[in-house]
């Protein structure tokens, strides 16, 4: 039985690089330890997945290799590898400008889209912000995706409840929908990092939302 992490303990960061191209994944796996101080592993297939990945003192974040691969393909092999993946945090890396995985990656659940030209050091980059519950994802395209939801809100619009967020929390709840870091937040609105903090502690318990993907999708049906 996996014993539970100790009271104060923060959860090891472990980043899980699933492709066959093993000395890039071992580069970018160098990278990624060096920037996050994350505990890196590479493996060639989602199947290979070790238990380490789903303990309770461990948080997870597959980097999954999608050269070439269609929207509708990943989102079969997530589905066929579900057992396997569980609670973990998916990102793609490798992803071809042409191939349109965008929208999908949002629709799926995914955290993170890293490019074929992307710098090691900019995933690792990414990597950090995904750890710190951020999305790592094309602000248009998150656009694009609230605008959708929210045009079919309104077109079924009933009157409801008032929402329970300030209009500051408001706002600040449509920058994290959007994909904006906490520093940008502070900088825009000219408050401290701090203070945002302390709003995403208040929005997030108020609309009941564990990370910042909830919440931005509570935000796409909601404001």
């Known amino acids: 039985m996996e014993n539970p992490p100790l009271k104060g303990q923060k959860p090891e960061k472990l980043v899980i690089i699933v492709g066959p191209r093993k000395l890039q994944n071992e580069l970018m796996a160098s990278s990624i330890e060096e920037v996050t101080k994350a505990r890196c592993i590479t493996l060639l297939n989602l199947a290979d997945l070790p238990p380490v990945a789903r303990a309770r003192d461990t948080t997870g974040l597959v980097l999954w290799d999608c050269r070439g691969k269609s929207g509708d393909v990943i989102a079969s092999e997530l589905e066929s590898h579900r057992d396997e ?41 990414g990597v950090s912000a995904i750890f710190e519950g951020e999305l790592w994802l094309p602000r248009s395209v998150m656009e694009d995706h609230i605008n959708v939801i929210r045009n079919r809100r309104r077109q079924s619009f009933r009157e409801g409840p008032p929402l329970p967020l300030t209009s500051r929390e408001q706002e600040i709840l449509k920058l994290i929908a959007l994909g904006v870091a906490d520093d940008e937040i502070a900088e825009k609105l000219c408050i401290s990092r701090h203070t945002v903090k302390n709003h995403l502690y208040n929005i997030f318990k108020k609309i009941n939302a564990p ?5 931005s999708l509570w935000a796409a049906k909601n404001l």
Do not use: C, P, W
């Open 85 to 125: 993946l569980g609670d973990l945090m998916i990102s793609l890396f490798n992803v071809g400008t042409s191939q349109g995985l965008e929208h999908r990656a949002v629709s799926e659940g995914i955290r993170g889209l890293f490019y074929e030209h992307d710098r090691f050091d900019l995933i690792a980059k």
């Open 211 to 215: 990370n910042r993907l909830q919440a």
